[in-house]
């Protein structure tokens, strides 16, 4: 069932009420890992103010809202909030809406016009039954991180420029949103992130950053990665498919990729809650794909 608006699209209508919050988890296939994300289907009747009452309440990092659907067409208009404020886009938020469209609707190709642009997703159902999404990135780009930006980053992170991994040099990288990526040169050093929380998140409003993309690379297909969210309100993101997407064309910018290749991303690991991240990424193309599955929370 739907219900036109006034600007002739029309809402999608579930059976579950209006405003029910369903709960996934994103990049994983296991509840209890992953990151967590609000999912409300039909947000037509929500305001701004009660969208981010209802993303506070929930808690995560990211809630996804639906505010309206293309007659006739899979294509869904979707909003992004953290507890504390709008995001132009979210990776995991996005992997988790479209899983619970294709539980829904069926397997397929759906577009989203989010407030970062178009951003079309594919899903389809593995061999285990598990359905998994491949969103494809708004255009990314990436620079070089500025001299302050970086000494102002790195003094809220309590790291010194010799923890950096001087092969892989700090830039600010977009796919959605800004990301400032940092890659550590030791495990460890990326295991040890204990930092000053309030002012790391002054320094990321003031650039306009949404997260810090700490990586550290174990190899040429495989990176670790952590992404403190004080912006957000949250400590660390487990997953971050904005990030990720961001971090493919930061790969495909610095010259680490040269042809079309495919690299996994392991984060959360260190906060307990292990998340797998793919990306394709060809030099040729500048939009980064991103996929995972997700699961139900509870």
Same mark, same amino acid.
């Given at each position: 069932?739907?219900?036109?608006?006034?600007?002739?699209?029309?809402?999608?209508?579930?059976?579950?009420?209006?405003?029910?919050?369903?709960?996934?988890?994103?990049?994983?296939?296991?509840? *209890?890992? #992953?990151?967590?994300?609000?999912? =409300? +289907?039909? !947000?037509?009747?929500?305001?701004?103010? /009660?969208? @981010?009452?209802?993303?506070?309440?929930?808690?995560?990092?990211?809630?996804?809202?639906?505010?309206?659907?293309?007659?006739?067409?899979?294509?869904?208009?979707?909003?992004?909030?953290?507890?504390?404020?709008?995001?132009?886009?979210?990776?995991?938020?996005?992997?988790?809406?479209?899983?619970?469209?294709?539980?829904?609707?069926?397997?397929?190709?759906?577009?989203?016009?989010?407030?970062?642009?178009?951003?079309?997703?594919?899903?389809?159902?593995?061999?285990?039954?598990?359905?998994?999404?491949?969103?494809?990135?708004?255009?990314?780009?990436?620079?070089?991180?500025?001299?302050?930006?970086?000494?102002?980053?790195?003094?809220?992170?309590?790291?010194?420029?010799?923890?950096?991994?001087?092969?892989?040099?700090?830039?600010? *990288?977009? #796919?959605?949103?800004?990301?400032? =990526? +940092?890659? !550590?040169?030791?495990?460890?050093?990326? /295991?040890? @992130?204990?930092?000053?929380?309030?002012?790391?998140a002054e320094v990321m409003r003031r650039h306009g950053w949404t997260t810090l993309h700490l990586v550290w690379r174990e190899s040429?297909?495989?990176?670790?990665?952590?992404?403190?969210?004080?912006?957000?309100?949250?400590?660390?993101?487990?997953?971050?498919?904005a990030a990720a997407a961001a971090f493919g064309g930061y790969l495909r910018t610095v010259g680490i990729v040269t042809h079309p290749?495919?690299?996994?991303?392991?984060?959360?690991?260190?906060?307990?809650?292990?998340?797998?991240?793919?990306?394709?990424?060809?030099?040729?193309?500048?939009?980064?794909?991103?996929?995972?599955?997700?699961?139900?929370?509870?």
């Amino acid at each position: 069932m739907t219900s036109s608006d006034a600007n002739g699209t029309s809402a999608v209508t579930f059976p579950e009420p209006t405003t029910e919050t369903l709960r996934y988890s994103a990049f994983t296939h296991d509840p *209890a890992g #992953g990151n967590p994300a609000g999912v =409300v +289907l039909d !947000a037509s009747t929500l305001d701004d103010a /009660a969208m @981010l009452a209802i993303a506070a309440e929930v808690g995560y990092s990211e809630t996804a809202f639906v505010t309206a659907h293309d007659e006739g067409a899979r294509r869904f208009r979707v909003r992004y909030f953290s507890p504390l404020a709008e995001v132009a886009f979210c990776g995991h938020a996005t992997v988790a809406l479209a899983v619970a469209l294709a539980e829904r609707l069926g397997p397929g190709e759906i577009v989203l016009d989010t407030p970062a642009g178009e951003v079309p997703v594919a899903t389809r159902v593995d061999d285990k039954g598990a359905v998994l999404a491949t969103l494809t990135s708004v255009p990314t780009r990436s620079r070089p991180a500025e001299r302050t930006e970086l000494a102002s980053a790195l003094e809220a992170l309590g790291w010194a420029p010799d923890d950096l991994d001087p092969e892989l040099p700090p830039h600010l *990288a977009f #796919g959605g949103n800004d990301h400032l =990526v +940092l890659a !550590a040169a030791s495990r460890a050093r990326l /295991a040890d @992130l204990d930092y000053d929380f309030d002012g790391l998140a002054e320094v990321m409003r003031r650039h306009g950053w949404t997260t810090l993309h700490l990586v550290w690379r174990e190899s040429a297909e495989r990176f670790h990665a952590r992404d403190p969210f004080p912006v957000g309100g949250v400590v660390e993101d487990p997953a971050t498919g904005a990030a990720a997407a961001a971090f493919g064309g930061y790969l495909r910018t610095v010259g680490i990729v040269t042809h079309p290749a495919t690299i996994t991303i392991r984060q959360g690991e260190d906060m307990g809650r292990p998340s797998d991240l793919r990306i394709d990424v060809d030099p040729q193309d500048t939009r980064t794909r991103v996929t995972g599955q997700a699961v139900p929370i509870g």
